[in-house]
């Protein structure tokens, strides 16, 4: 008996290309303003959290306290809110989209 091996079949999945800083920049003045609050209020959460880390690191043990469960908050605070367009191309969006289809951008 003889069996025919094929070889497996590998399924990639397709690369989109990646934004140039100026898209990001449009991309962002494109969202609308709690859209910029909240992509602020992250990046906040993030420097908030370094500084905590700072604390660890130069022994200040009350940054650490303070600065860490402050910067997780204010990430996590943010909620997700719908606008029904895409933040990128401003192409009208179905309630259940996660992508767009005409550009290709996830949503928030």
Same mark, same amino acid.
């Given at each position: 008996?003889? +069996? ?6 590998? #399924?990639?999945? !397709?690369?989109?290309?990646?934004? /140039?800083?100026?898209? +990001? ?7 609308? !303003?709690?859209? !910029? ?11 908030? #959290? ?7 690191? /130069? &022994?200040?043990?009350?940054? /650490? ?8 908050? #204010?990430?996590?605070?943010?909620? !997700?809110?719908?606008? &029904? ?8 969006? +179905? ?14």
């Amino acid at each position: 008996m003889t +069996e025919s091996a094929s070889p497996p079949v590998i #399924v990639k999945a !397709r690369k989109a290309p990646r934004m /140039t800083y100026k898209q +990001e920049i449009q991309t962002i003045k494109n969202l609308p !303003r709690a859209g !910029r609050l909240i992509v602020i209020m992250k990046i906040a959460g993030v420097f908030l #959290v370094a500084i905590g880390l700072e604390g660890i690191v /130069t &022994g200040m043990y009350w940054l /650490t306290l303070a600065f860490i469960p402050l910067g997780v908050f #204010v990430s996590m605070l943010p909620i !997700r809110i719908k606008t &029904g367009v895409c933040i990128a191309c401003r192409s009208p969006l +179905e309630p259940s989209q996660a992508i767009c289809p005409k550009c290709g951008a996830p949503q928030m």
